[in-house]
C-alpha cells in the first residue's frame, strides 16, 4: 500500500510539473527614446552610447543596400517567453541595434512586442 | 493457507501475497500509462503566437501613398512597434514589427515556424518593409 501512496502523491505533481508555467526573461532593452535625445548622429562615442543605454548584449557587423560601407554594430536583446510544460504560452522579443561609422554614432534600428 | 505469527496474529499466505502485489503491480502500471498518457495529451498542441501577418499583401501597398489604415487594412495589427534611423541624414522612421511564431508539439515530433515582419512608416505613409521567416524547424538537441 505505500507504494500506491507514494503513486498517487507523485501522480498530481508530476501531471502538473508536465504543465507548469516558467516564465524566462531574457537580456534588456534601452529606452529607445534615449537614441534621439541623448545621443548625437555623427558625434557621439562608443563611451557615450555605453554611458547612456549601458552595455551591449552583442556586437556584429551590417552592410545592406542602404549602406555604401560596412557598419560595425552593437545588438541589444530582450525576450520574456512563457513555457507551459513543453507548451510555448508566450514570447515577445525586443531588439535594438546601433550603428557606427569612424568611430561614431551613426543610426538605430529598434523594434520590440515586450510591453 | 493461513499461517500465525508468533503473537497469534493471522499472517497472510504466499497466495494472498502474490495477489495482492499483482492488483498492486496492475494499479501502478494503470496509473502509470495514464500519467504518461495525460501528460502526452495534456500538453500535446500547436500554438500560435501572434497572427501571420499578410505579406503576400505588401504588394498592394505604394511607397509614399498607403496610409497607416491601409497598412492596419492590408496586414494587420502589429505586434510591437519601433523606431530606426538607418543613415544619419535621413529623418527617423515609425516601425510597426509583426512576430508570428507557431509551435507545433506533442506525439514525439516538435517544430517552429517563424515569421517577422517590419513595416516603415514615414509622416503616416508607408514606407518600405522587410521580412524574413523560417519553418517548419525542427526541435531538437544537438
Redesign the interface.
Known amino acids: 500500500?505505500r507504494?500506491?501512496t507514494l503513486?498517487?502523491v507523485l501522480?498530481p505533481l508530476?501531471?502538473e510539473s508536465?504543465?507548469s508555467v516558467t516564465v524566462l526573461n531574457v537580456g534588456r532593452l534601452p529606452q529607445?527614446e534615449l537614441?534621439?535625445s541623448s545621443l548625437r548622429?555623427?558625434e557621439s562615442t562608443p563611451e557615450d552610447v555605453v554611458r547612456v543605454l549601458g552595455p551591449p548584449s552583442g556586437e556584429g557587423r551590417s552592410q545592406?543596400p542602404?549602406?555604401d560601407a560596412p557598419r560595425p554594430m552593437w545588438a541589444y536583446l530582450a525576450e520574456r517567453s512563457a513555457l507551459?510544460?513543453?507548451?510555448?504560452?508566450?514570447?515577445?522579443?525586443?531588439f535594438l541595434f546601433v550603428?557606427f561609422r569612424g568611430g561614431r554614432y551613426?543610426?538605430?534600428?529598434?523594434?520590440?512586442?515586450?510591453r | 493457507m493461513v499461517a500465525r505469527r508468533e503473537d497469534g496474529r493471522i499472517r497472510p499466505g504466499r497466495r494472498a501475497v502474490s495477489r495482492r502485489g499483482a492488483l498492486?503491480r496492475s494499479?501502478?502500471a494503470l496509473?502509470?500509462a495514464l500519467?504518461g498518457f495525460?501528460?502526452v495529451v495534456?500538453?500535446a498542441?500547436t500554438?500560435t503566437?501572434?497572427a501571420r501577418p499578410r505579406v503576400e499583401a505588401l504588394s498592394s501597398l505604394k511607397v509614399g501613398e498607403s496610409t497607416a489604415a491601409d497598412v492596419l487594412l492590408e496586414i494587420g495589427e502589429p505586434?510591437?512597434?519601433?523606431?530606426?534611423?538607418?543613415?544619419?541624414e535621413?529623418e527617423?522612421r515609425q516601425?510597426w514589427?509583426y512576430?508570428y511564431?507557431r509551435?507545433r508539439?506533442g506525439w514525439g515530433s516538435?517544430d517552429v515556424e517563424i515569421l517577422i515582419l517590419?513595416v516603415f512608416l514615414h509622416d503616416g505613409r508607408y514606407d518600405g518593409h522587410l521580412w524574413f521567416g523560417g519553418g517548419p524547424l525542427q526541435i531538437g538537441s544537438r
Do not use: K, N
Not at chain 1, 84 to 94: C, D, I, Q, V, Y
Not at chain 2, 79 to 86: C, L, N, V, Y
Open positions: 500500500m507504494h500506491a503513486v498517487l501522480l508530476l501531471l508536465g504543465c529607445a537614441l534621439e548622429v555623427g545592406t542602404l549602406e507551459e510544460g513543453t507548451t510555448l504560452r508566450e514570447s515577445r522579443r525586443g550603428y551613426d543610426g538605430y534600428l529598434w523594434f520590440s512586442s515586450l | 498492486l494499479a501502478l496509473l502509470a500519467g495525460s501528460i495534456g500538453c498542441s500554438q503566437l501572434g505586434t510591437g512597434e519601433g523606431s530606426a534611423r538607418f543613415r544619419p535621413m527617423p516601425v514589427s512576430e511564431t509551435i508539439s516538435e517590419l
